[in-house]
């Protein structure tokens, strides 16, 4: 088995792990070198000495008191002509073994079958979860699962299961295509389907896949073949992918939060299609296209290139019918203002991966002064119709050069349309990458300095921002506001952001008023500023396993709200060169938050801090009430990320590290529990928590 590693940790990154042997060693023949611990005459009544088991007893199966005759005419009674034998079976571990004949599993510690003497009996151990078959002992021997065994006189076999090694393997989950379409009569086979692999140096001896739809968790597919082709089913949905692998000692789990995304057919599929030639035109008002109404479920394709106004007014899709816009081809605009515009949209899906050469088939670049690149919002404006933009997804967009923010999603109105009651439900930004923006590259939300408008107005609900990549942003590379439930932030690239050192806006996340959710499996790597800026959330968020690395701090966290929530922040990595790991300010700004007000809870834990300060938490200012906290255990190094097997973003490379081993908390210290958390890479393997280091980022093992 695995050297321990200190604390049993459930915060545990299984696919970052490379095995140590220990499985238990075998004889030549597959066996353990153990005599038989059960026989014949051991597990029968009449030699026991005890009374003979009872119909249905759990102890012998098979052997009833009296003789009776099966309908094939075996024998399974005692043996009154002296022709009948005995075959005993004993478990050691974990598992069981289907006897043939008579056709039946043994599933206890010990059974015995009576059959006329000399036949052949076949036996087939199956482990349980969590376990391996070890080999036969006694009368039988080998390490196959299945062997044969004629009983002559009668005889017995003992069946070992051992558990798997505590550890992970080197491994990683991958699909050939992250976007996937919806079957569609008139689209290729090809379209609607991906390729599921584990990329590993690794020989696996088993993959067990399992398919989740991401939003209830229902399993909707399963293999056992190595690679899996995966096909999309009806509608537009994500999902998260499991594989459970093993290389016939030691068993991990990968997990992965929405891998794959079905999306609507690139086809005709039957639907109306409404063509855009940006060339002769880009703004499009009521809903409608050179005069004619764009219905819910219809598609509409998107050629060309202008310099002008790109916009769509009042689109409105349904639930079960969203209005599908696809890019036919390569997309430009190069405006210095409108680069793409969605105001008073309801259910509506912009998809930049219609055509196999092309990434993002959206390219959006403004060299010149001017707005917001992709704005969503709700406006009014002359005859279009006063309502509120909600159900937006966006994918397959590149945005570059950008005067201000890449993505603007804002749920504000104009003078003429209230928006205060109006909430943005199932925002979904996925696959897009933003680079050379001179502001924010997501700026998500609402966000205000009037401490009399707490919560912000404006909501957002359900909102996923997922796989995206953010290069060089001027100011933060994600902001998000009064998002203020069901938000997920996962799977992100950020690198380079806060460039141009403007004092509070140098984050490479800014997670500000209003917002309750979860982040993790992002990397930040490279800003200017501080790693994480938190401004009194206005709901309970979990943040965790994502790698933050910038170049003065780690955590900077604001006071609370008089309803304080609570914050947990556990298995991150923090690049922390001169700050320490956490830095708490009670009583400062900004002003949305009271002085004062205290934090509900704090789960600070099993954290691993790297860099020139070696403090993991501080206060600033104020004062707090910790006796809800959780401030331990983290580690802090100080010294070069190659001593703890680490690469230059922070990505833990090995375990075997005398500085990663130890350190952690268990969910339920934090008060969580797995079924707590959205996602990410914090599972079990089939209800067993392993034992093993600290999850510190959101990183596979690199694959050779």
Known sequence: ???????????????????????????????????????????????????????GSSEVTSLPT????????????????????????TIAGDGTVLVDPPGETCGDPACAYMLPGGTLVALTATPAAGSLFAGWSGDCSGAEPMTEIDIGGGVGCTATFELLPEGALPAALSASDEIVRVPADDAPASDSETLLKVETAVALTGVSWTVFAADDGSEVASS??????????????DYDVRATITDGQVQSTLFERRLVTCVPPRSDAGRAVHLVDLAAGSYFQNGEIDGVKVMPGDLVRVSGSTTGNFAFFNFQGSAEAPIHIINDGPVTNQDASWLLHLINCQHLIVDGRGSDNVEYGFTLTNPGAGGQAVFVRNYTQGS???????DIEMFGIEIADGPDSG?????????????????????????????????????????????????????????????????????????FGSCRGGLEVHDNVVTGSGTANEPNQRSSLQWNPGNSGAVYNNRFIGGVGVDLQVGCTGGDTLMFSNVFVHSEGGFYLHAGQADAPRYWLFGNTVGTPSAAGLRINMNSNPGTCGAGAKLSEMHYASNLLVGAVAEAWEFAAGDADIASWTVEPNLAFIGAPGELCLDDELAPTCVDSEALAGGGAELADLGLAAADLPGGHYVDIDGRVLAGPANFGAHQAPVN
């Open 66 to 89: 009296t003789g009776t005759d099966t309908t094939d005419g075996t024998s399974v009674g005692p043996a009154t002509d002296g022709g009948d034998a005995t075959i005993a079976i």
């Open 1 to 55: 088995m695995r050297r321990p590693y200190g604390p049993s940790i459930s915060l545990l990154l299984l696919n970052v792990a490379c095995p140590s042997p220990g499985a238990t060693t075998t004889d030549s023949d597959g066996t353990d070198g153990s005599e038989s611990t059960a026989s014949a005459t051991e597990t029968t009544s009449e030699t026991s000495g005890e009374p003979p088991p009872t119909e």
């Open 224 to 237: 056992g073949e190595l690679e899996f082709l995966f096909t999309c089913p009806d509608g537009r949905r």
């Open 384 to 390: 279009n119709t006063n309502t509120g933009s909600t």
């Open 407 to 479: 993505f603007r999603i804002w749920n504000g109105g104009s003078d003429d349309y209230d928006a205060n009651n109006w909430t943005f439900h199932n925002l979904r930004l996925h696959h897009n990458y933003v680079h050379d923006v001179l502001t924010e590259g997501f700026y998500i939300g609402y966000y205000t300095d009037n401490a009399d408008q707490q919560p912000p107005p404006y909501p957002l609900v359900d909102a996923k921002v997922y796989r995206n990549r953010v290069d060089n942003a001027g100011w933060d590379g994600m902001q």
